[in-house]
């Protein structure tokens, strides 16, 4: 059965306002993968022909866009370009990550997992760690993070996002999280990896379309860590859940009290950050809640049009 036509040229229009956010273009098989109905892809590039007819969006080579703006599609070529060196490279900053206590898996998140790198890029990870214990993986973690500022590395270790075995399931349930879910890519433990693909079989509700985490090219082959198995067995020996729980009160202190000092609404911090024994969500910039703001103003005259 196909897609009215009118509802897919909505939804497509949407998926480019979604990408134009970030002033940036996109394929025809990006939008097949990123529109939020099923169609073929044939389907799809229907639509598109039309919306171009039709002056609603704008095309520069193989680039599809709601703005005419070939300097987005410049920057694309350019970021795609820098994002290929930089996942190349991330394979070593991922091998520390993987070498730490109870970390079981690592996928590469942010911009970098949409292959796009700004001059100035940071390289994100979704970190997965054993269960009860993702406080002192993660504390471990920064700690460690804190000596890359000695050598400037500080960028290609940024670690915001946390969850352990026991919540596998990402709980802000939106077209911008399922976004996130389904372009990780993985960097480390990809059997794990795939669990928290299945357990977040939601995404299918925003993106029917989309293949999900495919692309293994940057994994990290397997190692044996025996360094880092003892150091768990150490840690086992000294009553690690309430360290695990202390660690956890003592970072929402701390986060807290910078939120409140930075002068930020109290009501805003629990969109910003999720601090439960299970999860740790560290994103002071709030890009979930910019994003949503700025898609629904799109959204509501694109979708009443159907």
């Known amino acids: 059965m196909e897609v009215a036509s009118s509802s897919l040229k909505a939804r497509c229009l949407l998926t480019l306002r979604y990408f134009g956010i970030f002033r940036y273009p996109l394929t025809l098989q990006e939008i097949h993968q990123f529109t939020g109905i099923r169609a073929s892809i044939s389907e799809v590039q ?33 970021g795609n370009e820098r994002a290929h060196i930089l996942l190349d490279k991330s394979r070593k900053y991922v091998s520390v990550i993987s070498a730490f206590p109870f970390v079981r898996g690592i996928a590469i998140s942010g911009s970098l997992s949409k292959y796009y790198a700004s001059l100035n890029p940071d390289i994100d990870y979704f970190i997965i760690t054993a269960a009860n214990r993702l406080w002192i993986a993660r504390s471990l973690l920064h700690l460690f993070k804190k000596f890359t500022f000695i050598t400037g590395h500080q960028h290609y270790f ?63 082959e397997d190692k044996n860590h025996t360094f880092k198995k003892l150091l768990e067995w150490l840690i086992e ?21 910078k939120w409140k000092k930075a002068g930020y609404p109290e009501a805003n911090y629990e969109s910003a950050f999720h601090t439960t024994l299970h999860i740790s969500k560290n994103h002071p910039d709030d890009y979930e809640k910019k994003v949503l703001k700025s898609l629904a103003q799109f959204q509501v005259s694109i979708i009443s049009g159907i």
């Open 158 to 220: 940024c670690m915001n996002y946390f969850v352990d075995t026991e919540s596998l399931k990402i709980t802000h349930r939106n077209i911008y999280t399922a976004v996130e879910v389904d372009t990780l890519l993985p960097a480390y433990n990809l059997p794990i990896l795939r669990q928290f693909f299945e357990a977040n079989g939601w995404a299918r509700e925003f993106l029917p379309n989309h293949p999900g985490m495919v692309n293994v090219n940057f994994l990290l």
């Open 46 to 78: 229907r639509s598109l022909d039309e919306l171009l007819t039709e002056a609603e969006i704008y095309q520069s080579g193989l680039f599809y866009m709601t703005e005419n703006k070939e300097d987005w599609v410049e920057e694309r070529r350019k």
């Open 237 to 257: 020996l000294i009553v690690p859940g309430r360290i695990n729980q202390a660690l956890m009160k003592l970072t929402d202190t701390k986060w807290r009290r």
